[in-house]
């Protein structure tokens, strides 16, 4: 069975209206957000995927506070890896890690 090429988002779909004035960073998070599902070859289909975005706002840290656990060591070893090298997580996957992780408050 062939994949089709098409079968990663390679573009948000359209807003329907322009962020308010002021709007700012959560405008800008939400724009972002359509990246959290990714179908991939071995994958469940309809099965959604986390990148490092979805996983800092799920424990609310920057993005870039998520690599670093990442090359520390501090993750969970990704669930996938999209043929263009980046790692992917099933919530299910991160919601475990975050009850158990240190420092959580």
Do not use: C
């Not at 990246?35 to 609310?60: D, K, Q, T």
């Not at 090359?71 to 009850?99: Q, S």
Request: avoid cysteine; charge should be positive.
């Amino acid at each position: 069975m062939s994949v089709p090429d098409d079968r990663f988002v390679t573009e948000p779909p359209p807003r329907a209206g322009r962020a308010p004035a002021g709007a700012g960073r959560p405008a800008r998070l939400a724009a972002h957000h359509w990246y959290a599902v990714v179908l991939e070859v071995g994958a469940m289909p309809g099965r959604e995927l986390w990148s490092y975005v979805e996983i800092g706002l799920h424990i609310n840290v920057q993005t870039e506070t998520v690599r670093n656990y990442k090359r520390h060591g501090l993750l969970p070893a990704p669930d996938l890896v999209d043929p263009a090298g980046h790692p992917r997580w099933y919530p299910e996957t991160i919601r475990a890690w975050a009850l158990a992780r240190p420092g959580r408050r």
